[in-house]
């Protein structure tokens, strides 16, 4: 027989954020636990990809750690608690992108895995990422993908897989470009653009 999970991550599975320059930015992912039963999670660390001079490390409920650790187990969480899985980087002076991928399971139901995604760029102190309402326009359809820009935003596309590994990277002209995925066999794929903002997202390769 199986059960359901008593859970679910908050604010998803996935963050896609931004570090500053000589500072540790905090990315939290709570593991949200309504159920009055008690529960205990194990993860591990899963791929990381990050610029080398970046410092990173993760913390559960329960310990924080000095690196990115292999494995752990979290204290195990009672009625009215949550668990917590917290990235902490340090870009330094070293702009970049770095995907950290863990997965996690409830030991009540070791099937039932998850992974945890964060995808963390860095900026400097002094840049400014302006919140646009025109958003670029992306059309996936049968394995290619066509972005449209306005006002000359972006400049470069960037594909990644979730290990990070960078499989496009192609200038946009006039405002407009397309990749095809066909090569590409992995379902999930992240899409970033860059220039005068940075935007990114996640994509499903159908």
């Not at 990050?50 to 195990?76: F, Q, R, V």
């Not at 972005?147 to 990277?169: A, F, R």
Request: hydrophobic share 35%; glycine share 4%.
């Amino acid at each position: 027989m199986s059960f359901a999970q008593s859970y679910y991550h908050s604010p998803n599975d996935t963050i896609i954020g931004t570090a500053i320059y000589e500072d540790v930015s905090v990315f939290n992912i709570t593991q949200v636990h309504p159920t009055a039963d008690t529960i205990s999670f194990r993860w591990k660390k899963y791929s990381v990809a990050i610029p080398a001079t970046w410092e990173a490390s993760i913390c559960d409920n329960g310990n924080c750690y000095t690196t990115l650790k292999d494995s752990g187990t979290m204290a195990t969480i009672v009625t009215g608690d949550n668990g917590l899985m917290s990235l902490h980087v340090n870009p330094h002076l070293q702009s970049g992108t770095g995907i950290i991928r863990y997965s996690i399971f409830a030991t009540n139901t070791p099937s039932q895995v998850d992974t945890l995604t964060w995808i963390i760029t860095a900026i400097a102190p002094n840049a400014v990422i302006e919140v646009s309402t025109l958003q670029p326009e992306i059309i996936i359809y049968n394995k290619r993908i066509a972005i449209k820009t306005l006002n000359d935003e972006y400049s470069q596309v960037i594909l990644h897989d979730l290990n990070g590994k960078v499989l496009c990277h192609k200038d946009i002209q006039a405002g407009q470009t397309s990749i095809s995925t066909q090569e590409y066999p992995t379902e999930v794929l992240i899409l970033q653009l860059t220039g005068k903002r940075n935007f990114i997202t996640k994509i499903f390769n159908y």
